[in-house]
């Protein structure tokens, strides 16, 4: 293989910023993708009798409706707020006051339990005060989400894409690439305390983190988009600018990297949001069972974490040096084939064995998708096209993915009775069997870009 392209480095301050609003805003995306469908779980239909859930709704269903809800409060905010930043030629205030409005929000569900939204709205018929609270956090997720797609979808994911250049978006997406897996460590580190400290401390703590981030950012973060703010009409205007068949025709190779991560997306959501259930109440994995880990425990995770970011890194400078064609076939087939080994799974050890390549897969597909889809973003309207990404990589996948892995869940009717004498359903690994089905439609749009070529060349100063 040739060298095909010359690198342009990033500066210090640039890598700081990437590093700490991409980690931070992924740690409040794991709380929401993870523990707020916990807390629904293990904390508001804790203890309500079956009457009440029985004239209420499922918690699966409860799970998914939220789930849905935040997603299209998520590409809405995007469009309106990314086209105003792009209007207005803004990205710092966007960053640095939506991480802090972000951060009061999430903090704000420490707050929420049955017994203050009885005591809030004066109920007392137990299958109202469910619902109320059930329809309490789906209403403040979408306020969260609202701020969270201001400060991160929009403002941030444009100042990446303003900050790189073809010759380094791939490493900058292997480091992107990690901030999951860093905000999942640190997450679930603090989650391991959720027995102890409870929800509200949990979510107390890390709605301050997201404070602090934004204040930082306003002493670090430089404007990367100068020029005369755009008149008001172009706004309007400029909000259906990437539904113009023109433009997606224009754009050939951009949309359909947006259907790619669109299906893999799907995927992906078919089973996250019922992950930390299916791992508490299938395989055995607890919150307290985290709390209980000995100390070779945390050493052996944190060696495996250096060799997935070494990993990662340098696999991203391959890319950017070699090309994505043949690093996109390797990471889907590792992640297609890791969802079917994980739906056969009976025991951690075979959850292991397909969880291992799915997320590697993941993440790989991840880095590759969202380089290209930065590659090939008109430089002009950077700020606007995070609306139209959100619609495939969020709302589609956030809409569809957790209705059919309710589905597959209800279909497969596996439930247990809790310590209350509750009977609840329980989700099953037919979830990633369902998830990988869907995952092989990827193929049809990788095929295209395979053959249209995904690497975009560009002269490097």
């Keep these: 293989m040739k060298n ?20 931070i805003g992924q740690i409040a995306w794991n709380v929401e993708n993870m523990y707020f469908n916990t807390f629904l779980y293990n904390s508001v239909y804790k203890g309500m009798s079956q009457t009440a859930i029985d004239g209420s709704m499922s918690v699966t269903t409860a799970i998914s409706k939220m789930v849905a809800y935040s997603a299209i409060t998520a590409v809405l905010t995007t469009f309106i707020m990314g086209n ?59 306020v969260m989400t609202f701020m969270g797609s201001t400060a991160n979808d929009s403002a941030f994911n444009a100042y990446v894409t303003e900050s790189c250049d073809s010759s380094n978006r791939a490493t900058v997406e292997s480091v992107l690439a990690l901030m999951p897996f860093g905000a999942m460590g640190v997450v679930l580190g603090l ?9 509200s401390k949990f979510f107390l703590i ?42 997606i025709k224009e754009n050939s190779i951009l949309y359909t990297n947006l259907a790619a991560i669109c299906i893999y997306s799907i995927a992906i959501q078919v089973f996250f949001p019922y992950l930390l259930i299916y791992l508490e109440h299938q395989l055995g994995l607890s919150l307290d069972a985290l709390a209980s880990l000995r100390p070779w425990h945390f050493i052996v995770a944190a060696v495996a974490l250096v060799v997935v970011v070494v990993g990662l890194i340098t696999i991203g400078k391959l890319i950017d040096k070699f090309g994505k064609k043949i690093f996109m076939i390797v990471s889907l087939a590792c992640f297609i084939i890791g969802l079917f080994v994980a739906g056969k799974a009976t025991s951690m050890g075979t959850f292991v064995l397909g969880i291992a390549p799915l997320f590697l897969g993941y993440g790989l597909l991840g880095i590759i998708f969202n380089a290209s889809i930065r590659d090939h973003t008109p430089a002009d309207k950077v700020g606007l096209f995070q609306g139209v990404r959100m619609i495939f990589f969020v709302l589609i996948p956030m809409f569809v993915g957790p209705k059919i892995g309710d589905f597959s869940i209800r279909a497969s009717n596996t439930t247990y009775i809790n310590e209350f004498g509750v009977k609840q359903i329980v989700p099953t690994a037919s979830m990633f069997t369902a998830a990988g089905i869907v995952a092989l439609f990827t193929i049809i749009p990788v095929a295209i870009l395979l053959i249209k ?3 975009k060349k560009e002269k490097v100063n």
Excluded: Q
């Design 4 to 23: 095909k392209l010359s690198t342009n480095k990033l500066s210090k301050r640039v890598w700081f910023n990437i590093i700490m609003f991409g980690l």
């Design 84 to 142: 105003l930043s792009d209007n207005m030629r803004k990205r710092k205030i966007f960053i640095s006051a939506g991480y802090i409005a972000w951060g009061i929000t999430t903090a704000a569900f420490g707050f929420i339990s049955c017994d203050n939204i009885a005591l809030l709205f004066n109920l007392t018929d137990e299958i109202k005060i469910l619902t109320a609270t059930v329809i309490t956090v789906i209403v403040m997720d979408c």
């Design 191 to 199: 989650g391991a305390l959720v027995e102890t400290i409870g929800y």
């Design 206 to 247: 890390l709605g301050f983190s997201v404070v602090v981030c934004g204040i930082i950012g306003l002493f670090t973060l430089n404007e990367t988009v100068h020029g005369e703010k755009e008149p008001a009409k172009d706004y309007f205007k400029n909000l259906i600018y990437g539904f113009r068949p023109s433009v």
């Design 453 to 455: 070529g995904v690497d």
